[in-house]
């Protein structure tokens, strides 16, 4: 027996409604969550909204952009390294030379103090999986895809595209500092026929858990015929 077609055991699911610190979905994102946790009900799953309060911690945002500054700064220093010149500004876009000048103003003792959070952090978002849950609902983004050329920055306004960005990975970033397995299944649609997803997150090594549920959810909500429209 595979993941794909595990043990049908009722898994105590918890829900969240909202994307962290209580920022509020889109009634499309929250329709996807909402349709999720009537199929999961369903399927047999007890689902009930709760979520770690780890994810709800303001300071995970600013230890984030911290880690991932000092990463582009040093990735544009080894960039340089390997064609034998120091990159400039024009090499690359506003975004990423603005977030490499900031991790250049990150002293050694900050990024180890910010690692420290992270992990601290992580440990603490995992905890809340040896409660008696087996797995976390959340959307995978606070909102619809936006319009092409909306995530974008200018010189003028290099962090436009970071800020822009928000909406769209403020559900998935706790879990790329955790480290936590996760998974994102297109579930729904919007009314103008785009896929909405919602997000599934397990405890450490319970791959598995996602693979069975993803499993029962693609036969109870199939999502392989719908096809977007392509618009001329």
Same mark, same amino acid.
């Given at each position: 027996?595979?993941?794909?077609?595990?043990?049908?055991?009722?898994?105590?699911?918890?829900?969240?409604?909202?994307?962290?610190? @209580?920022?509020?979905?889109?009634?499309?994102? &929250? !329709?996807?969550?909402? =349709?999720? +946790?009537? $199929?999961?009900?369903? /399927?047999?799953?007890?689902?009930?909204?709760?979520?770690?309060?780890?994810?709800?911690?303001?300071?995970?945002?600013?230890?984030?952009?911290?880690?991932?500054?000092?990463?582009?700064?040093?990735?544009?220093?080894?960039?340089?390294?390997?064609?034998?010149?120091?990159?400039?500004?024009? @090499?690359?876009?506003?975004?990423?030379?603005? &977030? !490499?000048?900031?991790? =250049?103003? +990150?002293? $050694?003792?900050?990024? /180890?103090?910010?690692?420290?959070?992270?992990?601290?952090?992580?440990?603490?978002?995992?905890?809340?999986?040896?409660?008696?849950?087996?797995?976390?609902?959340?959307?995978?983004?606070?909102?619809?895809?936006?319009?092409?050329?909306?995530?974008?920055?200018?010189?003028?306004?290099?962090?436009?595209?970071?800020?822009?960005?928000?909406?769209?990975?403020?559900?998935?970033?706790?879990?790329?500092?955790?480290?936590?397995?996760?998974?994102?299944?297109?579930?729904?649609?919007?009314?103008?026929?785009?896929?909405?997803?919602?997000?599934?997150?397990?405890?450490?090594?319970?791959?598995?858990?996602?693979?069975?549920?993803?499993?029962?959810?693609?036969?109870?909500?199939?999502?392989?015929?719908?096809?977007?429209?392509?618009?001329?």
């Amino acid at each position: 027996m595979t993941a794909l077609d595990g043990a049908r055991r009722s898994l105590r699911i918890g829900v969240m409604r909202a994307a962290p610190r @209580d920022t509020a979905l889109h009634a499309e994102t &929250l !329709a996807a969550v909402d =349709r999720t +946790v009537r $199929a999961l009900a369903e /399927l047999g799953h007890a689902v009930e909204e709760a979520h770690p309060e780890a994810l709800d911690d303001p300071q995970s945002v600013s230890a984030y952009v911290t880690v991932v500054s000092s990463a582009v700064a040093r990735a544009l220093e080894s960039a340089g390294q390997r064609i034998g010149r120091t990159l400039e500004a024009s @090499d690359v876009e506003p975004l990423t030379w603005a &977030l !490499a000048e900031n991790g =250049r103003r +990150v002293s $050694a003792a900050q990024l /180890l103090a910010t690692i420290e959070y992270v992990h601290a952090f992580g440990r603490g978002l995992a905890s809340w999986w040896d409660g008696g849950f087996d797995l976390l609902l959340t959307a995978t983004q606070a909102a619809p895809p936006p319009e092409l050329g909306y995530v974008t920055s200018t010189p003028e306004e290099p962090f436009r595209a970071f800020l822009r960005a928000a909406p769209y990975g403020i559900c998935t970033l706790p879990f790329n500092m955790s480290g936590q397995p996760a998974i994102s299944l297109p579930v729904h649609m919007t009314t103008d026929g785009l896929p909405i997803g919602v997000q599934l997150v397990a405890p450490y090594a319970r791959e598995d858990l996602l693979i069975t549920v993803a499993a029962q959810l693609e036969r109870a909500l199939p999502w392989s015929d719908r096809i977007p429209p392509v618009h001329a």
